[in-house]
């Protein structure tokens, strides 16, 4: 039976972006299809069902951010964001519209496909946790079913509170999740406008997880944004 690539669609106007983009990703066995306008991306998203895409936010005929919530109306492809825009509360728009993950220009193309293969990843793992599920990492591992957490199989006590905001964290494990998404999902929306509790957890949780809390490899910070559960 052929091997099938994985399939990524690129919406960018910048056409030598866009062409660095088809050359590099080809040599890794994807299959890349591309868009100059928001409005072509969206054809192709819809024709080409792929299994990931790269998005410009300055498109010449639509804001980017729109294309993401165009395409979460009937999609959860992954959507990594690729833009020119460093400002903090754009990157957090982006990602509250349903973007998986943000690189700033310029980037290096291996940030982008480690970037990539843990959207893949993610995006093949279920999405709901079953009873028995059991979430490893390195030398941390979540029971899901007994709520049991241990590191270095040496069994790790957290609050309710901190249990919670950690499974928040595995349920979308290689993806950027913005301080407001967080506060919802684990507090509550009366929450959202409250970062310092979610400062204060995060600390916590990171003494406890992690062998070097200054320096962490599970529970990283994107800067002014929020934050990843790095699982590659």
Known sequence: MAKTHPVIVVIEDDPPIRRFLRTSLATHDFAVFEAETGKQGLIEAGVRKPDLLILDLGLPDMDGVDVIKSVRGWSAVPIIVLSARSNEQQKIDALDAGADDYLTKP?????LLARIRVALRHASRPTEHTQDDVFIVDALKVDLRNRVVSV???EIHLTPIQYRLLCV???HAGKVLTHQQILKEVWGPSYQE???YLRIYMSQLRQKLEDDPTQPKYLLTESGVGYRFKVG
Do not use: Q, T
């Not at 980037?107 to 940030?111: R, S």
């Open 152 to 154: 270095k199989d040496s």
């Open 169 to 171: 964290l595995i349920k």
């Open 194 to 196: 409250n970062p310092h």
């Open 107 to 111: 980037f290096g193309f291996g940030e």
